[in-house]
C-alpha cells in the first residue's frame, strides 16, 4: 500500500516513495522515513510488509551485495531471506524493493532480480506512476500522480537524488 519509483537520468538516479503507512484496517499515520532509507553503501525503496522493510533495514546495514550485478544482489536476497527465516520463522518474502547499489538500479520482487536502466516503480500506486514516467514526468510529479489517483498512496513525498 505505497509507492516507490526511480528514475534514472544522464547525471542523477532519483528515487522517491508516498509516505503513507497502515497502521491498522482503519488507521493511517504518515511517515517521511516509512519507505526509503540510505545507509553507506546502498538506497533502498521498499513497498509491502513493514516488519520485513525493517528488518531488510538491519540486515542492509551490516551487509552487502558482493558486486552490483542480477547474480549477487539475488544471492544478497537469498541471504536476507535466510536470515529473516532464522530469526523470525517466517519463510517467505513479503515486500518488494528497488536498491541503488554502486549507481545501479535494481528491481527485486522476490528472487526476481532485474537491473533498470531508465525507470521502474513498485506498490500499489505503480501503475500511475509507471504511466506518468513514461509520458517523461519527474519522480515527484509521479509518486503525486499515484498519490492523487489511489486511494492507497499518500503525500508528502520523499526524495534522495544520488549523483551518477
Known amino acids: ?35 526509503l532509507y540510505q545507509n553507506n553503501w546502498m538506497v533502498v525503496g521498499d513497498v509491502g510488509d513493514a516488519q520485513e522493510g525493517a528488518l531488510f533495514q538491519i540486515f542492509s546495514k551490516t551487509r552487502k551485495p558482493k558486486t552490483a550485478t542480477v547474480e549477487a544482489i539475488t544471492e544478497y536476497m ?12 517466517i519463510s517467505e518474502l513479503e515486500s518488494e524493493y528497488i536498491i541503488i547499489f ?38 515527484k510529479t509521479a509518486i ?8 492507497l498512496c499518500e503525500k508528502p513525498v520523499n526524495l534522495i537524488e544520488i549523483k551518477k
Do not use: P
Open 1 to 35: 500500500m505505497s509507492v516507490v519509483a526511480v528514475k534514472i537520468e544522464k547525471n542523477k538516479i532519483t528515487i522517491g516513495a508516498d509516505s503513507i503507512i497502515i497502521i491498522s484496517e482503519s488507521t493511517q499515520e504518515k511517515n517521511k522515513l516509512a519507505k
Open 78 to 89: 537469498f541471504d536476507f531471506f535466510s536470515w529473516k527465516k532464522e530469526k523470525t520463522d
Open 102 to 139: 554502486n549507481k545501479k538500479v535494481f528491481l527485486i520482487v522476490g528472487f526476481y532480480v532485474r537491473e533498470i536502466t531508465d525507470y521502474a516503480a513498485i506498490g500499489a500506486g505503480m501503475d500511475f506512476a509507471l504511466a506518468a514516467l513514461y509520458l517523461n514526468s519527474d519522480i
Open 144 to 151: 503525486e500522480t499515484a498519490c492523487h489517483l489511489s486511494t
